[in-house]
C-alpha cells in the first residue's frame, strides 16, 4: 500500500514507470504474484467496462483469482469475450430473455436482474456458501446517484465476515450533480475499508473534502486503453484515414469520448471558429476538426448545429465509437485535443497519450500528471476559447510547415520510444511529438497497476 505522503516524495518518473508492452492496453505477461488475494471485482452496471476488464485481466495475469461481477457489456456483447473474460454478476440472466425490444423495458430488466443478482450475493456472503472471496473491490455505483443504497447492503455483508472492500474513485462526485450527491457519497467514503485514487489531486481532495485518513487512501494511476503495441508510422495515418474516409492531406484535430458538459465541448467549438476566421488559405490545407463519441441528445444537437454551420471544417462522427474503431481515429489524427472544465481522471486521455500525438488541453491537475507544457502538450487555461485557439492554431501552423517527406515509414515497437517525427523539423509540432514519443514514461502500465493493486489487497488481507 502506498500512503499519499510517500507518494509526494516520490518523482512522476517513479510514479508513472512503465514495465510492459501492450495489447489493447493490456501487458502481454505479468510477473507472478505468489498468494495474491481472490477478488470479487464488481461493476454490475458495467459502467467503467474497459478499465475494469483491463484491471480483471491484468489481476488475473498477477496470479489473482479474480470474479468479474459485471452484466453484459450492451453496446458490445462480444467485447469481454474477446478478452477472454467471462463476467459473472449471478444466477439470474433476465435479459437472456429479450435480445431485442423496446429499450425502456429492456434498462428496466437490466436493472431488476443486477437487483436480484446483488440480493444473491449479499445471501451468499451472510450465508457463506460458495468460493467466497478476501477482497470485494467496487467501480462504480451509479444507482446511489439515484437514491438506491443497495450495493451499501452488500459491503455490509461483506464486512459482517471479515471481508474488506476497496472502492475505486473514478470520480469524487457523479459530473453534473454538484453538491447533491456529496453526503451519500460522503458515506460510502467513510463506509469502505479503502479507497483507490488515480492521482494525488484527487486523493488529496478526497482526504480533506471528505476527511478520509490519508491511510485509507492508496494512487494507483489509470492505465492506457486500446493502446497499439507499436507507435504509428505516415504509413498508418493514411491507412486509418483511408478507412474512415478523412482527407489525407489536411491536419486532423481529433476530439474523442464520451460527450458530456464537463468536456468543454461549447468551448473547443468557440476555439475552432476563432481559428477558422484566422486561417489564411496560403498556410496551407484548412484543417478539420474530428468530433467522435456520443452523448446526452441536447449536447449531439449542439455539435450537429456547430458542424452544420462550419461546413467542410467539422466532422461530427456522433455515435457509439466501437473498440474495433477506437484505434483508427487516434491513429487518424494529427492533433489531440482536451479543452476539459474539470476531470478526476481521463481514460481518453490515458488512450491518447500511447499513441504519441501532440496534445492541446486544459491546465487541470489531473492532467499534469501526464501533460508537460512544451513538451508532449500545450496547456491552457480552462475555458478559455482564445486561448485554446492560440494553442491549436500555432500547432496547425507549423504542422504545415513540418517536412513529412522526412518521416520514417515503418512503425515503432521497442519500448515505443524512438523517433517517428521529422528528423530535420525542429518546429513546435515537431518538437511535441518527440515528447509525445516518451508518454510511455509518463503514465503506467497494467502489470504495475495489477501489483500496486495486489499489495494493497495483501495489507487490507493481513490486518483483517
Known sequence: MIPMNSMTRMNRTQMNSMT?????????????????????????????????????????????????????????????????????????????????????????LRIAEILLNTRALILS????????????????????????????????????????????????????????????????????????????SAAHRLAQDFDIPERRISIIPHGPLFAPQCLPARHDLLAARERLQLPSDRPIVLCQGVLAEYKGLDVLL?????????????AGPKPLLLIAGNGPRALEAEVRRAAAEAGDSVRADLRYISTGDLPAYFTAADILVYPYRSITTSGALLTGLSYARPIVASRLAPFQDY?????????????????????????LLDWSRTDWSSMRTDSICTHRTAAPAPANADGIYA??????????????????????????????????
Not at 478499465?51 to 498477477?62: D, G, K, N, V
Not at 474477446?82 to 429492456?106: I, K, N
Not at 450527491?181 to 488515480?198: F, I
Open 125 to 200: 456472503l451472510r450465508d457463506r456458501k460458495g468460493p467466497l472471496p478476501q477482497i470485494l473491490h467496487f467501480q462504480q455505483m451509479p444507482m446511489l446517484n439515484h437514491g438506491l443504497r443497495w450495493d451499501f447492503s452488500l459491503i455490509d455483508a461483506a464486512q459482517s465476515i471479515g471481508i474488506p472492500v476497496v472502492h475505486t474513485v473514478h470520480n469524487l462526485l457523479p459530473h453534473g450533480t454538484g453538491e447533491l450527491l456529496r453526503s451519500t457519497y460522503a458515506d460510502l467514503y467513510r463506509r469502505v475499508d479503502h479507497l483507490v485514487c488515480h492521482s494525488w
Open 371 to 395: 501533460l508537460v507544457d512544451g513538451d508532449n502538450a500545450l496547456l491552457v487555461k480552462p475555458e478559455d476559447p482564445a486561448a485554446l485557439a492560440d494553442s491549436l492554431q500555432t500547432l
Open 431 to 464: 518538437r511535441l511529438v518527440r515528447g509525445a514519443e516518451r508518454n510511455s514514461l509518463r503514465y503506467t502500465g497494467w502489470a504495475e497497476i495489477a501489483d500496486r493493486t495486489i499489495n494493497v489487497y495483501r495489507s487490507l488481507a493481513a490486518h483483517t
Open 270 to 282: 468557440r476555439a475552432w471558429r476563432i481559428c477558422l476566421a484566422r486561417w489564411n488559405p496560403t
Open 20 to 108: 510492459e508492452e501492450f495489447d489493447l492496453g493490456l501487458p502481454t505477461a505479468a510477473q507472478s504474484a505468489p498468494g495474491a488475494p481472490s477478488v470479487w471485482l464488481i461493476d454490475s452496471f458495467s459502467f467503467t467496462p474497459w478499465y475494469t476488464a483491463a484491471l480483471a485481466q491484468s489481476l488475473s495475469r498477477a496470479g489473482s483469482t479474480v470474479r468479474l461481477v459485471s452484466g453484459a457489456f450492451l453496446r458490445e456483447p462480444a467485447y469481454f469475450r474477446s478478452l477472454r473474460l467471462q463476467p459473472d454478476a449471478g444466477p439470474v440472466h433476465l435479459l437472456g430473455y429479450m435480445q431485442s425490444g423496446p429499450l425502456p423495458l429492456r434498462r428496466a
